[in-house]
């Protein structure tokens, strides 16, 4: 895993990242960089932290057709989800 001054660097560049796409309106933009914070999160055993920012995005898409992005986050939610039920997140 990464050491906590690389996690800490990747955390604030995903959170750049999002504040960048929701200042221009670039919602693909966001659900990209929401999915992959997601994912780090997820990766570094912070699971419910993940939902917290994968969820909201999931959910304003909710009512729309299906796309790649879409079929991508809703996956990596699940990968969460069951991370979550199996109580394998462990908080930091």
């Known amino acids: 895993g990464l050491g906590p001054d690389a996690a800490a660097k990747a955390?604030?560049?995903y959170r750049n990242a999002i504040d960048i796409a929701v200042r221009q309106g670039a919602?693909?933009?966001?659900?990209?960089a929401c999915t992959d914070y997601a994912r780090f999160l997820d990766d570094q055993?912070?699971?419910a932290a993940g939902k917290g920012v994968l969820e909201p995005m999931l959910e304003a898409y909710a009512n729309t057709p299906p796309t790649k992005d879409g079929v991508k986050a809703?996956?990596?939610m699940e990968t969460i989800k069951a991370r979550l039920l199996a109580g394998?997140?462990?908080p930091r």
Do not use: I, M, T, Y
């Open 11 to 13: 955390e604030e560049s």
């Open 27 to 32: 919602k693909g933009w966001q659900l990209r």
């Open 45 to 47: 055993l912070r699971s």
């Open 74 to 76: 809703a996956a990596v």
């Open 88 to 90: 394998k997140d462990e």
